[in-house]
């Protein structure tokens, strides 16, 4: 009896570089452009949009269960709220695009629970500035609903 074949390829170890904590290292992911799920969603959406009126539409079940996913998870569902969300984002300029990315989803309550899920940010942002950010980004979360 031949022996099966494995279902998914191998998966390579890590680096050992990259690490989300107090002090940043992204490793060749550093300075790299990311998304919230929110910009995420718009965009696969827009994609796919555009791929239908080519009649050029793959739906895998990677792709689907991805959407599925950004439809939950994605905080803005407007393109209008997201604009705005990622222009006060970028506001912050000594903040790492990752980190960026990070608040714009994650779209915390306070400063605390920021600093908790994404520690580099402790000694990045004063709390107060921070919550300012955090209470803005919630307006306009209020707004979508």
Known sequence: MAAKAPKSRARELPTGDEEATTDLKLGEFQNVPTLTLSEARL??????????????????????????????????????????????????????????????????NDAEEAKTLIPSLVNKISDEDLQQLLDDITKVRHNEI
Request: hydrophobic share 40%; proline share 0%.
């Open 43 to 108: 965009l696969i959406n827009a994609v796919m949009d555009h791929r239908k009126l080519q009649r050029k539409v793959e739906e895998t079940e990677t792709l689907i269960k991805t959407q599925d996913y950004l439809d939950v998870f994605a905080r803005f569902k407007q393109k209008e709220n997201i604009e705005a969300v990622e222009q006060m984002l970028l506001q912050h300029d000594g903040l790492e695009l990752f980190e960026r990315s990070q608040l714009g989803s994650l779209c915390c």
